[in-house]
């Protein structure tokens, strides 16, 4: 629920309680640290004792666990995400779209061959399209938010 949360604090629609407030830091903290991809394809936080910590366990869980690392997977699961428009995600489906979407950029960023790489930028515009879409969805129009 990080990116979640994070969105919330930046659309300025924080709920009362600080949980989104630090869930959002601590998600910036642990990508700050830095991250990388192993040679299994699996997201590692750069910071140990970041890593270490129950909370950046349970943050590569989520990604490691949740996100496709095939072009083939990150495709079907666009198609997916398309056919169910009518509803908006879940706040979980809406992270796991996010972070999706940051390793498509990345492994269309470090691929070697033009083609690949243009494949994997294919990919990562779909996924900002649905994105695109559902943000209207997350947030009350601006006539529901109080101004301060």
Known sequence: MWIFSSLEVAAGTTPASQTAVSDANLMFELLLGGVEI?????????????????????????????????????EQMVKTLEDQRRKPLTPVQFENLILSLVYSAHQAWHQEERREQEAWGGVLLQLANVTVHELPLLTPPLSSQTVR
């Open 38 to 74: 192993d040679q299994d394809n699996n997201i590692v936080l750069l910071d140990k004792e970041m890593a270490s910590m129950r909370q950046g366990r349970a943050f590569l869980s989520q990604i490691n666990d949740n996100i496709p690392r095939s072009r083939s997977s990150m």
